[in-house]
C-alpha cells in the first residue's frame, strides 16, 4: 500500500505577496486575471482611438470630481464681489459666479476647467472616430450587431454630457444654447410649452435648468456611459477582436499579443501620453473664457455664438432652414377646440429630421447591409475600405452632409470674415446640404473602386518600376518588380459579394421585399471588381515577362 504526500501551500516570502496571496485566496482573483492576461489582442494604429476615448473619460471623471467641490448650481441672484474686476459688481446666478471663482481664485481651478473642457472635445471625437473606424472596416457585422448599438448609444450619451456640461456655467453663450432648446421645445404643439416649463421651472430661462442639468451631468450621464463602457469591453473580450486580414490570420483566430505583460504596458504608457497631451493643450490654449461672454440675460440677442462641434450641425440645421419654401409655409396653423394652435416645421424638421435621419440608420446599418448581402456568417476579419466602396461612399455622404450643416452653424462668421453676402453663404450651404453628400457618395466610391482595380493591378503585374529594357529580339517592356507575398496577400483576400438576383418563394412567385433586396444588392455591388483568382495569379507569373518579371528573370533581362 503506497501513500501520498500533499503537496505543501504556497507560502510567498514577501510581504506584498502575503498580502496579495491573503486577497487571493479569499476572492480568487487570480484565476480572472491569468485568463484575461492571456487574451490576444492584434496591433494596428487604428485600434487607439477606442483607447483615446476611453482614456479621456478617465480624464474627465478626475478634472469633474475636482470642479464639483467648488461649483454651485444655483440660479439664485447675486453680485459678483470675486477678482474679476471687469464683472465686480454685476448681477449674476450663483453658478456663474461660482464657475468664475473656480477660474481665477481656486488655485489650479482654470487648469481644471479647460483639462475637462479639451478631454470632453476629445472623448467624443474619439468616440465618433472610433464609430467611423468601425463602420467604414465593417466591424459591426455578425456577431458584433449589439455592440455596434451599443457605440451608438455610448456617442449619443457623449453627445449629451457634453451638451449638459457645457450649459452650467450660465454664461451667456451657454444661455443661448439653452434657448435654442427652449424654441425647439415649444414648437412641439399642444404639449411644447409644458414641456419648457417643466423642465425650466417655470418661463425661460426659469429657476431650475441648472441644477437639474447638474445632477444629469455628474451623475446619470456618467452612470450610463460607464455602464456602456462596460458592456462594450465585455462583448469584445466575449466576441474576441477584430483584425485585419494577412497571413495566419483567419475568422478563427487572432494574431498578435497577449494582454499581460504586452498590452498592459502598452496602454499604461498611452493614458500617460494623452493625459500629457490634455494637459499641454489646456495649459497652453484658452476654451470657454466665460468671462468675456457675461452671466446670461435673456433679454439681447448675442451675435458670432458658436456651439461646439458636436452640437453645431443642429445649429447649422436650424439656420439653413427656410421659413417658406415658394408657396408652402412650414408654420400652420391648427385649430383646436380649446383654440389655435401653431406648428412650426421650421424648427421641428431641422431640429429632429436630420438627427433623426442620422441616428436611426445607425442603427440599423448592420441588418440593412446582413438583409442586402444575404451573408449570415461570422465575420471576425475587418474590410480595407476601398474593398467595400459602397459602403464607403455612403459614409462620405453622411461625413460631408454633416461638415456642411457644421459649417452653417458659422455662417454669419463665414460672411463677416470673407466679407461676402450672408444670403449667399445661405444659398451655397443649402445647396452643399442636398447635393454635397450625393457628390461626396460618387466620388469616394469612385476613388475606392479605382484603388481596387490598382490593387488588381499590381498583385498581377507587380509594381512599376520605371526601367525600361530591350530584349534579344527586339522587344522594349518595362521591368515590374513583384510585390512580396504579405502584400500579395492583402491585395488579393478579401470578399467582393455578386449582385443577388431575386428568388421565388414557394409559390414561384417573387415578392416586393425581393425586388427591393435584388434592386439594393445592384446598387451595391453592380460595378464591384472581382478579387484575383488563384488561376489569374499563376497565370500572370507563369511567362518570363508575361504579366510580371519575376527576380530571375529580371536579372537576366537586366544583363542583356
Given at each position: 500500500?503506497?501513500?501520498?504526500?500533499?503537496?505543501?501551500?504556497?507560502?510567498?516570502?514577501?510581504?506584498?505577496?502575503?498580502?496579495?496571496?491573503?486577497?487571493?485566496?479569499?476572492?480568487?482573483?487570480?484565476?480572472?486575471?491569468?485568463?484575461?492576461?492571456?487574451?490576444?489582442?492584434?496591433?494596428?494604429?487604428?485600434?487607439?482611438?477606442?483607447?483615446?476615448?476611453?482614456?479621456?473619460?478617465?480624464?474627465?471623471?478626475?478634472?469633474?470630481?475636482?470642479?464639483?467641490?467648488?461649483?454651485?448650481?444655483?440660479?439664485?441672484?447675486?453680485?459678483?464681489?470675486?477678482?474679476?474686476?471687469?464683472?465686480?459688481?454685476?448681477?449674476?446666478?450663483?453658478?456663474?459666479?461660482?464657475?468664475?471663482?473656480?477660474?481665477?481664485?481656486?488655485?489650479?481651478?482654470?487648469?481644471?476647467?479647460?483639462?475637462?473642457h479639451w478631454s470632453a472635445l476629445l472623448f467624443v471625437a474619439a468616440v465618433a472616430v472610433h464609430m467611423l473606424r468601425v463602420f467604414f472596416t465593417g466591424a459591426f457585422r455578425k456577431p458584433r450587431e449589439f455592440n455596434w448599438v451599443v457605440g451608438c448609444v455610448l456617442l449619443i450619451m457623449s453627445l449629451a454630457a457634453g451638451f449638459t456640461g457645457y450649459s452650467l456655467p450660465d454664461d451667456l453663450l451657454s444661455g443661448n444654447g439653452l434657448r435654442i432648446i427652449d424654441g425647439v421645445m415649444k414648437a412641439i404643439p399642444v404639449v411644447g410649452t409644458y414641456l419648457s416649463f417643466f423642465l425650466f421651472g417655470g418661463e425661460f430661462p426659469g429657476t431650475a435648468i441648472i441644477g437639474r442639468l447638474y445632477v444629469l451631468?455628474?451623475?446619470?450621464?456618467?452612470?450610463?456611459?460607464?455602464?456602456?463602457?462596460?458592456?462594450?469591453?465585455?462583448?469584445?473580450?466575449?466576441?474576441?477582436?477584430?483584425?485585419?486580414?494577412?497571413?495566419?490570420?483567419?475568422?478563427?483566430?487572432?494574431?498578435?499579443?497577449?494582454?499581460?505583460?504586452?498590452?498592459?504596458?502598452?496602454?499604461?504608457?498611452?493614458?500617460?501620453?494623452?493625459?500629457?497631451?490634455?494637459?499641454?493643450?489646456?495649459?497652453?490654449?484658452?476654451?470657454?473664457?466665460?468671462?468675456?461672454?457675461?452671466?446670461?440675460?435673456?433679454?439681447?440677442?448675442?451675435?458670432?455664438?458658436?456651439?461646439?462641434?458636436?452640437?453645431?450641425?443642429?445649429?447649422?440645421?436650424?439656420?439653413?432652414?427656410?421659413?417658406?419654401?415658394?408657396?408652402?409655409?412650414?408654420?400652420?396653423?391648427?385649430?383646436?377646440?380649446?383654440?389655435?394652435?401653431?406648428?412650426?416645421?421650421?424648427?421641428?424638421?431641422?431640429?429632429?429630421?436630420?438627427?433623426?435621419?442620422?441616428?436611426?440608420?445607425?442603427?440599423?446599418?448592420?441588418?440593412?447591409?446582413?438583409?442586402?448581402?444575404?451573408?449570415?456568417?461570422?465575420?471576425?476579419?475587418?474590410?480595407?475600405?476601398?474593398?467595400?466602396?459602397?459602403?464607403?461612399?455612403?459614409?462620405?455622404?453622411?461625413?460631408?452632409?454633416?461638415?456642411?450643416?457644421?459649417?452653417?452653424?458659422?455662417?454669419?462668421?463665414?460672411?463677416?470674415?470673407?466679407?461676402?453676402?450672408?444670403?449667399?453663404?445661405?444659398?451655397?450651404?443649402?445647396?452643399?446640404?442636398?447635393?454635397?453628400?450625393?457628390?461626396?457618395?460618387?466620388?469616394?466610391?469612385?476613388?475606392?473602386?479605382?484603388?481596387?482595380?490598382?490593387?488588381?493591378?499590381?498583385?498581377?503585374?507587380?509594381?512599376?518600376?520605371?526601367?525600361?529594357?530591350?530584349?534579344?529580339?527586339?522587344?522594349?517592356?518595362?521591368?515590374?518588380?513583384?510585390?512580396?507575398?504579405?502584400?500579395?496577400?492583402?491585395?488579393?483576400?478579401?470578399?467582393?459579394?455578386?449582385?443577388?438576383?431575386?428568388?421565388?418563394?414557394?409559390?414561384?412567385?417573387?415578392?416586393?421585399?425581393?425586388?427591393?433586396?435584388?434592386?439594393?444588392?445592384?446598387?451595391?455591388?453592380?460595378?464591384?471588381?472581382?478579387?484575383?483568382?488563384?488561376?489569374?495569379?499563376?497565370?500572370?507569373?507563369?511567362?518570363?515577362?508575361?504579366?510580371?518579371?519575376?527576380?530571375?528573370?529580371?536579372?537576366?533581362?537586366?544583363?542583356?
Amino acid at each position: 500500500m503506497s501513500s501520498s504526500t500533499a503537496i505543501p501551500a504556497y507560502e510567498p516570502k514577501t510581504r506584498v505577496g502575503k498580502v496579495t496571496n491573503y486577497v487571493d485566496s479569499r476572492v480568487g482573483g487570480s484565476a480572472m486575471v491569468k485568463e484575461f492576461g492571456r487574451k490576444i489582442f492584434p496591433d494596428h494604429w487604428t485600434f487607439m482611438f477606442g483607447e483615446v476615448a476611453l482614456y479621456t473619460f478617465v480624464i474627465l471623471l478626475i478634472s469633474g470630481t475636482f470642479l464639483t467641490f467648488f461649483y454651485d448650481p444655483s440660479m439664485a441672484e447675486t453680485h459678483y464681489e470675486g477678482s474679476y474686476l471687469p464683472l465686480r459688481g454685476v448681477e449674476m446666478s450663483v453658478a456663474y459666479a461660482s464657475s468664475l471663482d473656480i477660474s481665477f481664485d481656486i488655485r489650479g481651478g482654470l487648469f481644471m476647467r479647460q483639462v475637462h473642457h479639451w478631454s470632453a472635445l476629445l472623448f467624443v471625437a474619439a468616440v465618433a472616430v472610433h464609430m467611423l473606424r468601425v463602420f467604414f472596416t465593417g466591424a459591426f457585422r455578425k456577431p458584433r450587431e449589439f455592440n455596434w448599438v451599443v457605440g451608438c448609444v455610448l456617442l449619443i450619451m457623449s453627445l449629451a454630457a457634453g451638451f449638459t456640461g457645457y450649459s452650467l456655467p450660465d454664461d451667456l453663450l451657454s444661455g443661448n444654447g439653452l434657448r435654442i432648446i427652449d424654441g425647439v421645445m415649444k414648437a412641439i404643439p399642444v404639449v411644447g410649452t409644458y414641456l419648457s416649463f417643466f423642465l425650466f421651472g417655470g418661463e425661460f430661462p426659469g429657476t431650475a435648468i441648472i441644477g437639474r442639468l447638474y445632477v444629469l451631468h455628474i451623475l446619470l450621464i456618467p452612470a450610463l456611459i460607464l455602464l456602456l463602457i462596460g458592456i462594450h469591453l465585455f462583448m469584445v473580450v466575449l466576441h474576441k477582436h477584430t483584425q485585419f486580414p494577412g497571413p495566419g490570420r483567419t475568422n478563427t483566430n487572432v494574431v498578435g499579443y497577449p494582454v499581460g505583460p504586452v498590452y498592459a504596458a502598452k496602454a499604461g504608457g498611452f493614458f500617460f501620453i494623452v493625459f500629457g497631451i490634455v494637459a499641454a493643450i489646456s495649459a497652453a490654449f484658452t476654451i470657454n473664457p466665460i468671462w468675456n461672454y457675461g452671466p446670461y440675460d435673456p433679454s439681447p440677442v448675442s451675435a458670432g455664438t458658436q456651439p461646439d462641434w458636436y452640437i453645431g450641425w443642429v445649429d447649422g440645421a436650424l439656420r439653413l432652414m427656410p421659413g417658406t419654401l415658394g408657396a408652402f409655409d412650414f408654420e400652420w396653423n391648427i385649430p383646436f377646440p380649446w383654440g389655435v394652435n401653431t406648428l412650426s416645421l421650421n424648427v421641428l424638421i431641422p431640429a429632429l429630421v436630420p438627427a433623426g435621419i442620422v441616428f436611426t440608420l445607425m442603427f440599423a446599418w448592420p441588418w440593412i447591409e446582413a438583409w442586402v448581402t444575404r451573408d449570415r456568417r461570422e465575420k471576425h476579419l475587418l474590410d480595407r475600405p476601398r474593398n467595400a466602396p459602397t459602403r464607403t461612399g455612403i459614409g462620405v455622404a453622411g461625413i460631408v452632409f454633416y461638415c456642411v450643416l457644421w459649417a452653417a452653424a458659422s455662417s454669419d462668421l463665414i460672411a463677416t470674415h470673407f466679407l461676402v453676402s450672408l444670403n449667399d453663404v445661405t444659398y451655397w450651404l443649402r445647396f452643399l446640404a442636398i447635393f454635397g453628400p450625393v457628390l461626396g457618395f460618387m466620388v469616394a466610391r469612385r476613388i475606392a473602386l479605382a484603388l481596387q482595380r490598382k490593387d488588381r493591378e499590381i498583385a498581377l503585374h507587380g509594381r512599376e518600376t520605371g526601367r525600361i529594357v530591350r530584349l534579344p529580339h527586339g522587344e522594349f517592356i518595362e521591368v515590374h518588380e513583384p510585390v512580396d507575398e504579405y502584400k500579395r496577400y492583402r491585395l488579393v483576400s478579401f470578399d467582393s459579394p455578386q449582385v443577388a438576383l431575386p428568388a421565388a418563394d414557394a409559390h414561384g412567385k417573387v415578392g416586393l421585399s425581393e425586388k427591393a433586396r435584388s434592386r439594393a444588392s445592384r446598387f451595391f455591388f453592380e460595378d464591384r471588381v472581382a478579387p484575383v483568382t488563384p488561376s489569374e495569379l499563376s497565370a500572370a507569373h507563369s511567362g518570363h515577362h508575361g504579366e510580371i518579371a519575376e527576380s530571375q528573370d529580371r536579372e537576366s533581362i537586366a544583363s542583356h
